[in-house]
């Protein structure tokens, strides 16, 4: 089993910035592959970032290409999403998943665990 605990988020106003994390607990943290997901009021969940075991590999969705970075720190047991040059739409809960392979997934299938989410929410 995998515990994940996400952390960061916030009210914003457009254009800045919030850093998200995500603590890992239970199995060996550097095995999985680790995910960012959002889920918009009234939407389905959709990806935003991805990172493979070694942190070498990432994917972004095409929304937040540009402005959001993934990086881990596996000594720590945390993933990271910086968000910068945030708008409005990006308001969301953002959760926090991992899956027990090397690369990263723009598939919620290809994760095995979740965080309960936090809040994100960029004012205009």
């Known amino acids: 089993q995998v515990q994940l605990v996400e952390s960061g988020g916030g009210l914003v106003q457009a254009g800045g910035t919030l850093r998200l994390s995500c603590v890992a607990s239970g199995r060996a943290f550097r095995g999985y592959r680790m995910g960012w997901f959002r889920r918009a009021p009234g939407k389905e969940r959709d990806f935003v970032a991805a990172?493979?075991?070694?942190?070498?590999?990432?994917d972004y969705a095409d929304s937040v290409k540009g402005r959001f970075t993934i990086s881990r720190d596996n000594s720590k047991n945390t993933v990271y999403l910086e968000m910068n040059s945030l708008k409005p739409e990006d308001t969301a809960v953002y959760y926090c998943a991992a899956g027990p392979y090397e690369l990263p997934s723009r598939r919620p299938e290809g994760y095995d665990y979740w965080g309960q989410g936090t809040q994100v929410t960029v004012s205009s």
């Open positions: 990172i493979g075991w070694s942190g070498g590999i990432t």
